[in-house]
């Protein structure tokens, strides 16, 4: 028992000793707060307007910082950058919280910065209309809400689940240089914005595909740099078809067409989308269309690559006027593989629609939403959510 008391003591003493000599050689709190607004002011956070520190001030243990900026408003990510930069203060100087206020353009009173924050409200969903003549059927919640059925698809402790996925920071528009900067700073040789996508494109996400989940990213999932997309415009060789496709009177990808034809018992029309693969190598592949409650459920796309041959099933009522992605294959370089559509269905009448289909991650080529600008140019899957977001269709100009 006394060798208990010692050991404990002695535990005691130099746990205290250790952090008191570890706190003790910590920089005032001031200075931290301005080495760190020192440094995010530096583009790594892409402040739209860089806030100047004017105070720091330590009342019974709460951390108070008074900042003020040149701006008229306040953006939500500044607030948001604060938090996420500032809260290890909180910790290292063993304080019981923070707060951060600031003074605008219009104002003549420092206030909480939480106040000024707006929310942006979440636009409601609506299916979207269409002149296509099949008449609207009812399914059940569970295959509405499910984009995908196939035998091929992985079943397991996730079946029947939608993950979604955040790969963290990315490529974003800096608009007071007119250039693209990591949301992240080159830290130990190591740039948190290419390491964290990496490991969730490769592994996590697949690791949950495998378990039977559906999954979603905020940010590209494949990093094949190469795209190529086939829709029913391109024409010949790329989009052939058999049997009869109209072409709708409601607009398709890319401001173009689109075709649909009648589902069946037994597949009697098909449309055939051959890629031209530069090289060859994994590629996700994505298929796009205008959903609709005249749709089929069970949409069938034969995807022929070096493998073989893999069925994906897809819902086409949801999820549509967005990448829709069913699956990676392995093609070889040249026009060797390709993706058929069937019409064949369990559910008959219904619309089978042809659009588009894209084949790989690609390059940046679309502009910051807000501040226009020239493209990143950078590999897809390295861009920030608040690229991938319009690219994917959301209507906002809004991240993750």
């Known amino acids: ?33 301005e080495n760190i607004l020192g440094h995010e002011g530096h583009g790594h956070y892409h402040f739209h307007t860089t806030p100047m520190l004017c105070d720091v001030k330590v009342v019974k243990n709460h951390l108070n910082i008074y900042l003020e900026t040149s701006a008229s408003s306040v953006q939500n990510d500044l607030y948001d950058h604060l938090l996420e930069s500032l809260l290890p203060i909180v910790a290292e100087y063993q304080l019981d919280d923070f707060s951060v206020f600031i003074k605008t353009k219009r104002q003549e009173v420092y206030q909480d910065l939480s106040t000024l924050i707006t929310s942006t409200p979440i636009p409601a969903y609506k299916v979207p209309e269409n002149s296509d003549p099949f008449p609207n059927k009812t399914v059940n919640n569970q295959q509405r809400n499910n984009p995908h059925f196939s035998q091929n698809l992985a079943t397991g402790s996730l079946s029947g689940k939608t993950v979604w996925l955040s790969q ?62 086939v ?49 060859s190598g994994w590629y996700w ?50 026009t060797q593989g390709n993706v058929v559509l069937s019409n064949e269905s369990s559910e008959t009448g219904q619309a089978i629609i042809a659009d588009a289909i894209r084949f790989g991650g690609g390059m940046g080529s679309t502009t910051d939403c807000t501040f226009g600008g020239s493209p990143s140019g950078e590999p897809r899957f390295e861009e920030a959510a608040r690229q991938y977001a319009p690219f994917q269709g959301y209507p906002t100009c809004e991240g993750d």
């Open 231 to 279: 829709d029913n415009d391109s024409g010949l060789p790329a989009f052939t078809t058999t049997g009869t496709w109209p072409v709708s009177g409601s607009s398709g990808y890319n401001g173009g067409t689109y075709q649909f034809t009648t589902s069946g018992s037994t597949e009697t029309q098909t449309a055939v989308y051959t890629p031209t693969i530069p090289e």
């Open 168 to 229: 963290g920071h990315g490529w974003l528009a800096d608009n007071a240089n007119n250039n693209w900067l990591t949301q992240r700073g080159n830290t130990n040789d190591y740039v948190e914005d290419f390491g964290s996508v990496e490991g969730i494109n490769y592994y996590l996400q697949q690791y949950l595909m495998n378990a039977g989940a559906s999954v979603w990213t905020v940010r590209e999932r494949d990093v094949q740099t190469n795209e190529i997309v």
């Open 1 to 33: 028992m006394r060798l208990t008391i010692l050991l404990s003591t002695f535990i005691y003493i130099f746990v205290n000793t250790t952090f008191a000599q570890t706190n003790q050689s910590l920089p005032p709190v001031e200075t931290m707060v």
């Open 285 to 334: 592949v994505s298929v796009y269309y205008r959903q609709g409650m005249n749709r089929s459920v069970d949409t069938q796309y034969k995807i022929n690559h070096a493998g073989g041959q893999t069925i994906v099933s897809v819902n086409q009522e949801v999820h549509g006027l967005t990448w829709n992605y069913i699956g990676q294959f392995y093609f070889e370089a040249g």
